[in-house]
């Protein structure tokens, strides 16, 4: 899966901020011909391209109260990605119905139907995507928690809309092939497929138990320097505590100074570091840090959490610290 993630924040959806416990996803696509990502998504990062207006990451796109967790289309050199464009613990606008309470909603950009290989090539991302968040979620790939939104409206869950059956059936594929497909991905190591596993051999209810990764990422993290105690970060990546936005900024300014030392030594003086800094709050010159460092790209997302606006998904969180080896 070719994962990227551009967050709506602009979007009132996410200004809204309502939390979500997932425990399924459905599929949709968007009903229009045009596969290109950046028709949804803004501002260009360089790879969707550039769009002058009507992407959905404004109060209101369109005059309508939508938003989704994801996108699947073409990048603007024609190539098929995935683009993250909620946290997935964030309640999306995309069911029209009870299923924004409890479904993770993602698009697949429709293109006009009749391209084979545009179809494989978005179902296949599609279906890794479903995947990993059934691994990080524990969803199962069956009906009525993986669904698309016309079994949404079936299941009254859901408003009266056809996709993804007005498409699928196309190529031989269907929503009972896609859940299939899903489970096999599962079974065959995709990520989020070794989670997966432990929390179906795991006794009952909520029983993710992906330890070892957790553990090798706050390893990754205390090595570089990022942070002292970890159990604390465990806990967190663990589900049992939220992180506080003061302890992330802290770990953005400890991975900062290590990138001012390694700027040092790259011939940096020492006011130059400091103009980059000027102006800003404690907060921003975290962030900005963190960003600068490739730790974190959604500047907007990173300040809403260090000033405790919206709480961070600890997956993120694991990511950043997965990062840190690299970066530091
Ligand atoms: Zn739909």
């Given amino acids: 899966m070719d994962l990227h993630t551009l967050l709506l924040t602009k979007n009132a959806c996410y200004a809204a901020g309502a939390k979500l416990t997932p425990t399924g996803i459905m599929v949709h696509s968007t009903g229009s011909n045009n596969p290109y990502l950046k028709r949804y998504l803004g501002p260009d990062d360089g790879l969707i391209g550039a769009n002058p207006g009507n992407h959905w990451n404004q109060p209101k796109p369109d005059g309508r109260e939508v938003c989704v967790h994801a996108f699947i289309g073409r990048l603007a050199d024609g190539s098929v990605a995935v683009y993250q464009s909620l946290p997935w613990n964030m309640k999306g606008w995309h069911a029209g119905g009870k299923a924004n309470d409890s479904h993770i909603g993602f698009e697949i950009c429709e293109d006009g139907l009749d391209d084979r290989d545009y179809f494989e090539k978005v179902y296949r991302q599609a279906a890794e995507l479903c995947a990993y968040l059934c691994g990080t979620y524990n969803i199962r790939p069956e009906k009525p928690f993986l669904i698309c939104h016309c079994e949404g409206y079936a299941l009254g869950l859901a408003s009266n809309h056809a996709d993804v ?8 594929k269907s929503m009972d092939t896609f859940r299939a497909d899903v489970k096999a991905a599962l079974a065959g190591g995709a ?8 929390a179906e051999a ?3 209810g909520d029983a993710r138990v992906n330890v070892a990764p957790e553990e090798a990422a706050v390893e990754k993290a205390a090595a570089s320097g990022m942070i002292t105690d970890r159990q604390y970060w465990l806990n ?11 302890f992330i900024k802290l770990m953005f ?5 290590k990138a001012a030392i390694a700027a040092d030594a790259a011939g940096k003086t ?3 570091a400091a ?17 600068a460092l490739g730790l974190v790209t959604d500047r907007r997302y990173w ?4 000033s405790g606006k919206t709480a961070a998904d600890r997956k993120y969180i694991q990511i950043i610290m997965e990062n840190a080896g690299k970066n530091i």
């Fill in 236 to 246: 967190v990546l663990a589900g049992k505590t939220t992180a506080d936005g003061r």
């Fill in 270 to 272: 020492p006011e130059e």
């Fill in 191 to 198: 990520p989020g497929a070794a989670e997966y596993a432990k």
């Fill in 202 to 204: 795991a006794p009952s």
């Fill in 303 to 306: 300040l809403d959490v260090l």
């Fill in 275 to 291: 103009a980059d800094a000027a102006g800003k709050t404690p907060e921003e010159a975290a962030v900005d840090g963190a960003v």
């Fill in 165 to 172: 059956m007005h498409w699928f059936p196309k190529f031989g």
């Fill in 253 to 257: 300014e400890n991975a900062a100074k």
